[in-house]
């Protein structure tokens, strides 16, 4: 069975998808993080983001796995993939074609004999259209801004709330008005608006959702 949940930077897709990974006992992946290794990558060689041509030809030098967490090229990553630059450099690269591509392998390899439960921006209507329970989840901009900053804050580094929510404007723009795979909900995907809610509320509203029985 394939769970996707899609929406906005910043609106809990992770960890509501993680919490109903634990619930349902699915694995779950975050294709966010993923484009988040590749930018990082790209980031550490000090390699010019629009320099597609350069881009293409390191690809090949990118593996990344998936064991409990993200390891690019056999080291784990995810604590260093959060920055604003690596969050900016993701916005950038998402918008090639030839990485999504890749990226697109990568999950098929990741996700295979596995029930899934992925978050991103067109997991429902590009990577996997066919998912058995579709949802998009959003909240508002200065809801979300108040959780990266808390976030952000909460791991010792030094933000301002206006950049943020000037952060995410920009994020949810690029995003939406991309070329290749825009950020947009499913015609099928049911919306779950997370603003006013909690954690385990929002858990609770997609659970009532998904019958685990209906596994293809």
């Keep these: 069975m394939i769970i996707a949940i899609d929406g906005p930077a910043g609106a809990g ?14 694995t779950y992946i975050s294709s966010g993080k ?6 990082l990558y790209f980031h550490n060689k000090n390699i010019y983001i629009q320099d597609q041509e350069k881009i293409k030809k390191e690809l090949v030098n990118i593996k ?8 690019l090229n056999g080291l784990p ?13 993701t916005s950038d690269i998402s918008k090639y074609k030839f990485i999504r591509d890749f990226v697109q392998t990568i999950i098929e390899e990741i996700s295979k004999n596995k029930n899934i439960i992925m978050d991103g921006r067109d997991i429902g209507t590009k990577v996997f259209p066919n998912a ?5 989840l959003t909240a508002s901009v200065e809801e979300r801004a108040k959780r990266r900053y808390k976030e952000l804050k909460d791991s010792g580094m030094d933000v301002n709330y206006t950049e943020i929510c000037e952060s995410i404007k920009d994020r949810d723009q690029n995003d939406m008005n991309r070329e290749i795979a825009p950020l947009k909900k499913a015609d099928d995907a049911v919306v779950v608006d997370s603003s006013n809610k909690t954690i385990e509320e929002v858990v609770d509203e997609i659970s009532s959702y998904i019958n685990i029985d209906r596994r293809k």
């Design 77 to 89: 990553v995810e604590k260093h993939i959060n920055s604003d630059i690596i969050s900016k450099n």
């Design 64 to 71: 990344i796995d998936y064991k409990d967490e993200f390891y």
């Design 132 to 136: 058995d329970y579709k949802f998009y």
């Design 34 to 39: 993923i484009y988040r290794c590749i930018a």
């Design 13 to 26: 897709k992770s960890t509501i998808a993680k919490k109903l990974s634990t619930r349902f006992n699915f």
